[in-house]
Every structure is written in C-alpha cells, then in structure tokens.
C-alpha cells in the first residue's frame, strides 16, 4: 500500500534520454530537483512517432497519437517539486508539453505500493508524458522508433546540454 507522501506523486513516463543508463537520467537522481521513485517499465498504449531530430539528436514523442509505434518507457512516482524541475528541464511548455498518456505497465518494480493499486483493470496507468506538440514538418518523415538509446543502432549520438 502507498505511504501517504507517495500517494501524492504524479505518475511520469520516460522514454528518451531520462531513463537509466541515458544521458540526462541523473537529474531524477538529484534530491535538489525534488522527489523521483522508479516504479516500473511501461510502453505507450496508443503509438506515437518517436523520432530522433534537431541539430543536438534529441528524441522526441511527436503529439500524432495512432501514428507511430507504441513506445516503451520507464514509470516515476514524482513529487511536485520534481514535476515542476521536469517542466523547466523540458522547456515546457514551449519545446515539450506535459500531456496525460496511456501506459501499460510491463514490468513493476515499485516496492512502496502494489501496480493493482493504482492500474486500471486494463493493467494501464495515465501518467504524464513530455510530447513535442510543434516541430518541423519533415520530423514526421523520419524514423520512429520503439525504444530510444542514446547509443543505439540508429548512430545519432545525443548532444549533452553540457557540451552545447
């Protein structure tokens, strides 16, 4: 059963270089941002493109819900402090938005509460999602993909903020 303060959390979904072993996950680890607890992994219920575009090779879900592949992720209990670093971290609202998504879970990992406590009977949880609302026609034209890794077969390295 959830504590009361994890009761409080917002559900948050990443796909991109926010999930472990990604480029920018430490700043979910950072307790100065707020509060992130990892839940689980989960994949989109509906598809949407995720592409890797922009000069720094930033992956980004596209808002064209049916479109695209359903895109697996990783699920985050976070506090309010935490959503509001997200929001700033993200460029939100005029590079992301924070939009509510469908998730099917795939694996829980959480220890602090039972999935069947918070999932629909459908085994879905709605949980916050950073999509890319507004972007460059031609983005809609390229790959999507299922699963994001800064390293991945696709050999469009990341560029970290850092060396920007």
């Known amino acids: 059963m959830f504590t009361a303060s994890v009761a409080r959390m917002a559900p948050v979904f990443v796909y991109g270089t926010l999930k472990k072993g ?26 949407y ?15 064209l819900p049916g479109q695209g592949q359903c895109v697996v992720g990783e699920i985050y209990a976070v506090d ?40 629909a009977s459908d085994g879905t949880l709605q949980c916050f999602v950073y999509s890319t609302g507004t972007y460059s026609p031609e983005w809609v034209h390229l790959p999507s993909h299922d699963n994001y890794d800064s390293h991945g077969k696709h050999g469009l390295r990341y560029n970290p903020r850092e060396n920007r």
Do not use: S
Request: charged share 25%; proline share 7%.
């Open 22 to 47: 990604q480029p920018n996950h430490k700043v979910l680890l950072d307790g100065t941002n707020g509060c992130a607890a990892f839940q689980g992994r989960g994949r989109t219920v509906e598809p």
């Open 49 to 63: 493109p995720l592409v890797i575009a922009g000069e720094h090779n930033i992956p980004r879900l596209l808002n």
């Open 80 to 119: 309010e402090q935490m959503l509001r670093f997200l929001d700033e971290f993200e460029g939100c609202p005029d590079m992301y938005q924070r939009m509510l998504v469908r998730i099917a879970v795939l694996e829980w990992e959480d220890t602090q509460g039972a999935p069947e406590e918070t999932l």
